[in-house]
């Protein structure tokens, strides 16, 4: 079994800045790809940005310049540094991890941090 646990949400002013964490433990496969999927109230959940065991992120468009995803492989945790927040990036932000091994895929979810960005 795969756990995925976050911190860093909480409350800032448009233009703060904050840094999310999240640690997996379990039986995870040295090669995989981990994330932060964002929810807000009414919508659909989206992916904000990735990063491959290899080092290689991927961002979504909102995101770009404002936003750092990293990863520390031996300690099996991601990180995401928001900077330039916005009104609009209010929302709860889960952490994910998901790998292929053989023909199964894996997929693990955080419980997700809360992030509220006051105008």
């Known amino acids: 079994q795969v756990q995925l646990v976050e911190s860093g949400g909480g409350l800032v002013q448009a233009g703060g800045s904050l840094r999310l964490s999240c640690a997996a433990s379990?039986?995870?496969?040295?090669?995989?790809?981990m994330g932060w999927y964002r929810q807000a109230p009414g919508k659909q959940r989206e992916l904000v940005a990735a990063?491959?065991?290899?080092?290689?992120?991927n961002y979504a468009d909102s995101v770009k310049g404002r936003f750092t995803i990293s990863r520390d492989n031996a300690k099996n945790t991601v990180y995401l540094q928001m900077n330039s927040l916005k009104p609009e990036d209010r929302a709860v932000y889960y952490c994910?991890?998901?790998?292929?091994?053989?023909?199964?895929?894996?997929?693990?979810w955080g419980q997700g941090t809360q992030v509220t960005v006051s105008s």
């Open positions: 994910n991890i998901h790998w292929r091994a053989l023909v199964r895929e894996y997929d693990y």
């Open positions: 379990g039986n995870i496969f040295r090669i995989n790809t």
């Open positions: 990063i491959t065991s290899g080092g290689w992120p």
